[in-house]
């Protein structure tokens, strides 16, 4: 059969690695992918919220099952587009993606099914005044306090006010200002939580969970968790802190009420569902749900994979999961992003990419998120450049792996965590 992955980053050159070693598959195209991706996918030119022209692209080449990578076509409905069609799609509807696509609708279905969140309270345009009063009427031991815009912002939208002035000239930017245009025309106010976080990625087909292993993905730029927000610089898994237990208690308190909830809401779900949580003294709470596979986890992550991932896939799509567990490799993985020059803020694009060949290790796997041909060479293209992923019996080994290759790869620039999985190794 032939899939179609849709997306352009490390986590979708990921999933079409991954699709592609499957006995099922015969051809993979990546829509619109990038050249880094043509070791494993045919890279076909639409963009990932061209519905009309991908499904016409299935149609005609006779596409058995879409991959959707990144969160804002299942957010805008492109799974009911192409189910509508007879396509067949692995992604949440529209009305199931709003885990992911309202922040306020997440919160109310945690309030009303008692899954555990930081408590929080909505406000909208219209309620400009009671969001400064009750800003206001917080004395300073309140703070810090989290600002969450209500729809998607690519991955900018929450904000930790570390005190009134902040709070309220954030709350200025979102409501106000309309920072966000239509995606903070609400905003949820609540309490800061502090903790570590891990990342739980499930299959689910509206009926069967399936539990993949823990991930931690590291979001901010510099080592030891310094610098602004990016849109993650590595990640590692399995999470050797998170024992059997706590893991069976994050399904428990959190996954399974879920489910249950959209049920009763007559929301069906299949896809992925993805709870970032934070763990406070061993107990879990959700910060928020994305309706994809994560990006860098799932670098992390589907290496470990023993068995193909394709069957897995389409039972989601069918509602016909029935097996409980995945199989895992007895590994531990490791993925470090290598960025462009500036990034954050910015991104620096054309920069000469060496090394890339020849790193002469087993067990390496390099993903491209922000790469392209120019003249016959592999240039920068974007903030995050490539994910450097190792796989080894430790996670001492495995960055061991990493760390080396990533000593063989130039650009002007580049930068990236030497610190990734490090807390891992040293659990
Ligand atoms: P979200 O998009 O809701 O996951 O938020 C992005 C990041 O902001 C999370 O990964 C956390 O690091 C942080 N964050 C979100 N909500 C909270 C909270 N209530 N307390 C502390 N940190 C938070
Ligand atoms: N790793 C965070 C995300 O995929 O949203």
Redesign the pocket.
Known sequence: MKVLVIGSGGREHCLAWKISKSTLVDKVYVAPGNSGMADVAECVDIGPEDFKALAAFCQKEGISLTVVGPEAPLVKGIADYFQDRGLVIFGPRKKAAMLEGSKVFTKRISNKYGIPT?EGVEFGQEDYEKARDHLNGLDDKSYPK?L?ADGLAAGKG?I?AGNKKEALSCLDDLLLRKKFGDASKKVII????SGY?VSLLCLYDGESVLPMDLAQDY?RIYDGDKGPNTGGMGSYSPVPFVSEALKEKILEKIIYPTCRGLHSENIRYQGVLYA?L?ICEHEPYL??YNVRFGDPETQAILPRLKEDIVPYLLDTTKGTLSKKNMVWEDSRGVCAVLASKGYPKSSSRGDIIEGLDGHGLEDILIFHSGTRMDGGRLVTDGGRVLGVVGKAETFTSARKKVYSAIEKIRFSGMQFRKDIALRAEEA
């Open positions: 930081a989290v969450k929450v930790i609540e309490d800061f939580l976080e979001k970032g934070m910060l928020e």
